[in-house]
Nanobody, 123 residues
C-alpha cells in the first residue's frame, strides 16, 4: 500500500520560512516525478513545484526564487523549502507521486497523493 505523509506545515509570519517534508512508503520514488500542490479555500488545486527522476525541477511562477524542491531517494523523501512566505501562500499543501515521470505540474498526471499539511501565513 502506497502512503505519502506530509509534515512541516504550520503558522508563520509573512517573510518567514517553512520546510515541508513528504515521506513515501510502499513505493520507491527513484524513477518517479514528485510534485507539490496546494489548495486554498475556494480555489482549485494548483501545482507548486515538481522534480523528476533526473533532478530537473519546475516551479509555479509566483513561487520561483522563494521555494526550492529537493529529493532524497535513499530515504524516499521529498522536501519543499519555502522562504519569504506571503499570505497568498496560505493553503493546504499536498505531495504526489507520478509513476511515469512526466515532470508535469498537472494534477491528472499523478497517481498517489498524501493527505496534506496546512500552511498559514499571517501576522
Amino acid at each position: 500500500q502506497v502512503q505519502l505523509v506530509e509534515s512541516g506545515g504550520g503558522l508563520v509570519q509573512p517573510g518567514g520560512s517553512l520546510r515541508l517534508s513528504c515521506a513515501v512508503s510502499g513505493f520507491t520514488i527513484d524513477d518517479s516525478t514528485i510534485g507539490w500542490f496546494r489548495q486554498a479555500p475556494g480555489k482549485e488545486r494548483e501545482g507548486v513545484s515538481c522534480i523528476d527522476s533526473s533532478g530537473a525541477t519546475d516551479y509555479l511562477r509566483s513561487v520561483l526564487g522563494r521555494f526550492t524542491i529537493s529529493r532524497d531517494n535513499a530515504n524516499n523523501r521529498v522536501y519543499l523549502q519555502m522562504n519569504n512566505l506571503k499570505p497568498e501562500d496560505t493553503a493546504v499543501y499536498y505531495c504526489a507521486v507520478d509513476r511515469h515521470d512526466f515532470n508535469s505540474m498537472q494534477a491528472y498526471a499523478y497517481d498517489y497523493w498524501g493527505q496534506g499539511t496546512q500552511v498559514t501565513v499571517s501576522s
